[in-house]
Antibody, heavy 118, light 107 residues
Framework: QVQLVESGGGVVQPGRSLRLSCEASGFTFSNHAMQWVRQAPGKGLEWVAGVSSDGTNKFYADSVQGRFTISRDNSKNTLYLQIYSLRTEDTAVYHC???????????WGQGTLVTVSS | AIRMTQSPSSFSASTGDRVTITCRANQDISTSLAWYQQKPGKAPNLLIYAASTLQSGVPSRFSGSGSGTDFTLTISCLQSEDFATYYCQQYYTYPLMFGQGTKVEIK
């Protein structure tokens, strides 16, 4: 079955950097575009970044453009999100998600919590 | 960016009720719309895609309709396990956008 397992979250000071990882299994990772979606405590879902199946095309929300970098290693079935210059408003659960071919997100990981606090 | 607006933001209902949630896009997205259900502390779960196609394994009491800019999610007979928050999402173009969510609470 499809599994997406995020890691790398934690408590981080403002201005620091962090790299999140998402290990995928149960499907052919290299066939699917992948997304990162976050959810601040008590708030709704916010899409932050997406990457095409081959890693060539990358997309970002305006709110994170220039500070977040999405990447993937298809040989390791792993998706990454590098976050620079963390802000308190980046505090959220970060979900890795699989895009069904050419359509919507069909599977989500449980998420990893990032808390930005001094 | 395409903006998605859901209504209402929350409401109370009883088991057995028929409920409808509305989602509006600020520009034409054809049928590139999905609905998700999220329960506290859990990841979202895909219910409907392509505006009206039921995801495998989702009960048939859930249905979706609409195209262009106006969409609805209907639960024909609310069950106890349906009390949750529901989100619409457009995938017509990047940036992907979610509605703000609709929380369905027990009356």
């Amino acid at each position: 079955q499809v599994q997406l397992v995020e890691s790398g979250g934690g408590v981080v000071q403002p201005g620091r950097s962090l790299r999140l990882s998402c290990e995928a299994s149960g499907f052919t990772f290299s066939n699917h575009a992948m997304q990162w979606v976050r959810q601040a405590p008590g708030k709704g879902l916010e899409w932050v970044a997406g990457v095409s199946s081959d890693g060539t095309n990358k997309f970002y929300a305006d709110s994170v453009q220039g500070r977040f970098t999405i990447s993937r290693d298809n040989s390791k079935n792993t998706l990454y999100l590098q976050i620079y210059s963390l802000r308190t408003e980046d505090t959220a659960v970060y979900h890795c998600a699989r895009e069904a071919r050419g359509t919507c997100i069909d599977y989500w990981g449980q998420g990893t919590l990032v808390t930005v606090s001094s | 960016a395409i903006r998605m607006t859901q209504s209402p933001s929350s409401f109370s209902a009883s088991t057995g009720d028929r409920v409808t949630i509305t989602c509006r896009a600020n520009q034409d997205i054809s049928t590139s719309l999905a609905w998700y259900q999220q329960k506290p502390g859990k990841a979202p779960n895909l219910l409907i895609y392509a505006a009206s196609t039921l995801q495998s394994g989702v009960p048939s009491r859930f249905s979706g309709s609409g195209s262009g800019t106006d969409f609805t999610l209907t639960i024909s007979c609310l069950q106890s396990e349906d009390f949750a928050t529901y989100y619409c999402q457009q995938y017509y173009t990047y940036p992907l956008m979610f509605g703000q969510g609709t929380k369905v609470e027990i009356k």
